[in-house]
């Protein structure tokens, strides 16, 4: 079979395509013929290697899967050979206390196809039959892959973490990437009021496109004072903020008294301030979020399922063409998930 992998860390041109052994499934594991693999973040800081993290090589990045089971291991009885999936993109051990709490990923073997264990940048793949989710068949495969990660790390951020209510006002951060098109989704779903900011008046249309109310370009200098205003004056509840330095002193500042700031990442850089006596006297909440449970994902699945939350696929590449769709991931042109035809 085919597949993309890295022997060590570096720019695009570290990905190679090549041909590999196809694997067997385990008595536990299902088969998986892969049609499509969509690209985040992750995939780039992997590639170009985490500060402390050390990967096996050879690597096969990709987190979002979709495609058609081939064949299940002898002790699988819920998931059959032919059934269109998508796959949970977080896997953990099943046995500790805190998987038994339902807060699987927390747990301490808690890793993510493409980071922890080899992922979907290749045509089969095995995964344990608990990661296995069937989709719908008015659910194309390239969607399907441009939901799991960025669905799920939306709904735990908002709902998870930061405790959303149903008619709040919510800041979303760079609503052009994949989880920030889908809290503004979200957000809307359950008739919040979105301010939302992107890059340069296309973006600034498609994500009004999405449901926000108001949308703000968020390369102004003056981002913090537009925010407010867009708020009238008061500050949003809820935050969403997964861009970092860039944004960080305007997110505070946009953020009401008793609100929630709720961040998944820092791909602007992660050396950021905070002024205690605002944060202490305002009464206001700072708050990390990582991925979500696997019974979030079956609770935002449903509506993906049903059509009122949508994947948005900005773009297309072939499986052999992984290095161009990293150039374009880097480039940050894009609005949603670039896909991989595999």
């Known amino acids: 079979m085919k597949g993309v992998l890295i022997r060590q860390h570096g720019g695009p041109e570290v990905l190679e395509t090549v041909e590999m052994r196809e694997p067997a499934p385990r008595a536990d594991e299902v088969l998986v013929r892969v049609h499509a693999c969509a690209l985040n973040h992750l995939d780039l800081w992997v590639r170009q290697g985490i500060p402390g993290v050390q990967f096996p090589f050879p690597h096969v990045l990709g987190s979002d899967i979709a495609g058609e089971v081939v064949a299940v291991?002898?002790?699988?009885?819920?998931v059959r050979p032919g059934m269109r999936v998508l796959l949970a993109p977080g896997l953990s051990c099943r046995q500790c206390l805190r998987c038994h709490e339902g807060r699987d990923n927390e747990c301490r073997d808690y890793k993510l196809f493409g980071a922890g264990v080899s992922g979907g940048y290749r045509e089969l793949m095995t995964a344990p039959e608990y990661a296995v989710i069937p989709i719908p068949e008015t659910l194309e495969f390239r969607e399907?892959?441009?939901?799991?990660?960025?669905?799920?790390?939306?709904w735990h951020m908002l709902f998870g973490?930061?405790?959303?209510q149903a008619g709040e006002e919510v800041v979303v951060l760079a609503a052009s990437s994949g989880v920030g098109m889908a809290a503004v989704q979200i957000a809307k779903l359950f008739h919040c009021r979105v301010v939302a900011t992107a890059g340069g008046e296309e973006k600034m249309e498609k994500a009004r496109a999405l449901g926000a109310d108001v949308v703000i370009d968020h390369y102004r200098p003056d981002l913090a004072?537009?925010?407010?205003?867009?708020?009238?004056?008061?500050?949003?509840?809820?935050?969403?903020?997964?861009?970092?330095?860039?944004?960080?002193?305007?997110s505070m500042a946009a953020l009401a008294p008793s609100g929630r700031l709720v961040?998944?990442?820092?791909?602007?850089?992660?050396?950021?301030?905070?002024?205690?006596?605002y944060l202490f006297a305002k009464q206001q909440s700072l708050l990390g979020s990582y991925m979500g449970t696997l019974a979030e994902l079956h609770h935002v699945l449903r509506f993906v399922f049903e059509g009122n939350l949508k994947p948005v696929v900005d773009s297309v590449f072939p499986l052999g063409e992984a290095r161009a769709a990293h150039e374009r991931l880097e480039a940050k042109g894009q609005f949603g998930k670039i896909v991989l035809d595999v």
């Open 73 to 78: 291991g002898e002790l699988c009885g819920r």
């Open 144 to 154: 399907a892959a441009a939901a799991p990660l960025v669905f799920l790390t939306a």
């Open 161 to 164: 973490r930061a405790g959303l």
């Open 225 to 250: 004072k537009e925010l407010r205003k867009a708020t009238s004056r008061r500050g949003a509840d809820v935050v969403f903020e997964h861009v970092g330095e860039a944004t960080w002193k305007a």
């Open 263 to 277: 961040t998944c990442g820092a791909t602007t850089g992660h050396d950021v301030g905070v002024d205690l006596r």
